[in-house]
């Protein structure tokens, strides 16, 4: 497996503001990775050093293996669509088909007007003219259709709605299994994507705080309920992700892995222990009672 | 279909447990092909690489094999070899989870075996 990205001690400062702190990772080829965050967390950022459209302010990006900036052997191999792309004005929908398939050397026309249809987009409507989420399903258009090698949506959704978002989910899948590629979606809507995952990178607060493959998150965490005191006992020396006192009651989350045994001394001590979703366990490490990176128990 | 994918267990186990159903209900016969990790992808709406997990899983269990070039079948036998770990689990699952629950509420053993009649009925 070829490396597309390699992070290493990324830093980005505006003022005295930390957007991106220390961040080290790699994206593998042909993976579909979630970078999943709350609003404000540095997702964006990120995106924008990936791809050379801010610097730095320390720290080392290497994409397809060579520095991205101002390189277009790296830069026609992405394609990044972000959140309220703008497009010239007076364009009209086939023109900007027309300049797409300039920038991007695996650009599948057929595809793209395929994809338009599918969309219900009025080709020679000039871009003015659009609705917000017309808008949006030109982006997933191109960003479908670019075929890019690494392609990446930064909330692509602004002013869809479920159905063309569902329409969106079922031809990246589709797309993406005939024609494997490095696709990184940035989104919090983690409930609707997170199956679609292979892989999970969470930033909170500018840190990496989950770099995962989705599957091992899956079930990496459970909550128990029952009488306070039971709970406690249970709990103790465990890593304790959430906890939430009920009357006499207390719900406690547990970032481990459900072993044969605690479902035995759970059931000795009269305690209900249900499994967590991802989207549940992504809420309870990103609500700010962590500090820093969260230690995988496996 | 009635199955949704559920965000708490990894979907790669759920792929194979489904694969496993539909052979042990015999919709998907001994020796007939098992639908792509593609098709399996884009019905379900989960990475193909997870599907491909599931789907190997039960060929290292040798539920499933593979013929080149054409893809994946359901070996002979295997559906009796999936209704012997079924029954092992039924146990664990739910006939010592019901004792447990019976004692509990102070049900005797001769009121389950009753209700368990009544059950069979209904």
Known sequence: MRTVVKVKGLTKTYGNVNAIQDVSFSIESNKIYGLLGRNGAGKTTLMHLITAQQFASSGD???????????NRVLSQCCFIKESQKYPDNYRINDLLEVSSFFFPNWDRDYAHTLIELFGLPLTRRIKKLSRGMLSSIGIVVGLASRAPLTMFDEPYLGLDAVARSLFYQQLIED???????????????????????????????????????????GSAFTVVGPA?????????????????????????????????????AATLGLEISSISLQQLIIHMTNGSLDGKVAMDQ | MGFS????????????????NDIIQGQLPEESQVPSTNQFASFYLINPATAAKGVNLLVDQEILYKKRGIGMFVASGSRMKLMEKRREQFFEQYVVTMIREAEKLGITAEELTNMIRRGDKS
């Open chain 1, 61 to 71: 990006i290497q994409v397809f293996g060579e520095h991205p900036y101002e390189n």
């Open chain 2, 5 to 20: 994918i559920d965000d708490s267990r990894p979907i790669y186990m759920q792929i194979a447990e489904r694969i496993e």
């Open chain 1, 176 to 218: 993406y299994g005939k024609y494997p590629r490095t696709i990184i979606l940035s989104t919090h809507l983690i409930d609707e994507v997170s199956q679609m995952l292979e892989h999970v990178m969470v930033i909170d607060n500018g840190k990496l705080i989950i770099d995962e493959d989705a599957d091992e998150l899956r």
């Open chain 1, 229 to 265: 005191t039971s709970v406690e006992s249970f709990i103790v020396g465990r890593n304790v992700i959430d906890r939430k006192p009920f009357g006499g009651l207390l719900s406690a989350t547990l970032m481990t892995r459900l072993s044969v045994r605690d479902q035995q001394q």
